[in-house]
């Protein structure tokens, strides 16, 4: 057998590298406006580390690396932000949103129709951590997007504490909580 193009330089299966854990700088790829599946106003946010970002255009390489026929925009590249408390007031997690975008791009959001539009490949930074998950009755620690924050805020942003599952044995007594209400689901399946 002669050796196949591009063996050198094809990566083994299980071979993956995870994102670092800490600050990132990032670039907004798309924001959808849709509704939660309890009604709710949502964004549902795509994104990849910046090109000066310590790992570079990490979700893009995951994305062109992806060998199946339907390809997905990475879950990891993935934010839901449900818009609206309970009590149909802002919620946290969509005024920090806007306000690290705001500040990071030296701007003000225009609201109204086409408010999404205004995001793309704009600047935002994020805050990475080991977030706790299950799958098919399997449990894995991944590093994900805990928050958003300020491009200008990276750099000295701390590593947060892990966030673990409050129904698993290696949950701590008083399980932790992500303080901007972020949704994680397990299936991501919005391609841009």
């Known amino acids: 057998m002669q050796k196949p193009n591009n063996y050198d330089n094809t ?14 700088h990032l670039v907004i790829k798309k924001v959808e406006e849709t509704k939660s599946s309890t009604g709710k106003q949502m964004l549902i946010v795509l994104f990849d580390t910046a090109k000066n970002d310590g790992q570079p255009e990490f979700y893009t390489t995951e994305f062109r690396n992806d060998i199946r026929p339907e390809k997905k925009w990475p879950r990891g590249g993935t934010q839901y932000i449900v818009c609206e408390d309970d009590n149909g007031n802002c919620s946290r997690s969509f005024k920090t949103f806007v306000s690290c975008f705001e500040h990071s791009n030296n701007c003000e959001a225009i609201w109204g129709d086409g408010f999404a539009n205004q995001f793309k490949n704009k600047k935002i930074g994020g805050v990475f951590g080991k977030v706790e998950n299950e799958y098919n ?16 805020k990276v750099e000295g ?6 966030k673990y599952l409050s129904n698993h044995a290696s949950a701590p007594s008083t399980p932790a909580t992500d303080e901007n209400g972020f949704i994680t689901p397990d299936d991501s399946d919005l391609p841009f």
């Open 157 to 162: 942003a701390n590593v947060p504490e892990p």
């Open 11 to 24: 990566k083994a299966s299980g071979s993956y590298t995870p994102i670092n854990e800490g600050g990132h």
């Open 137 to 152: 009755g399997k449990v894995t620690m991944r590093t994900e997007l805990r928050w958003f924050c300020s491009d200008d």
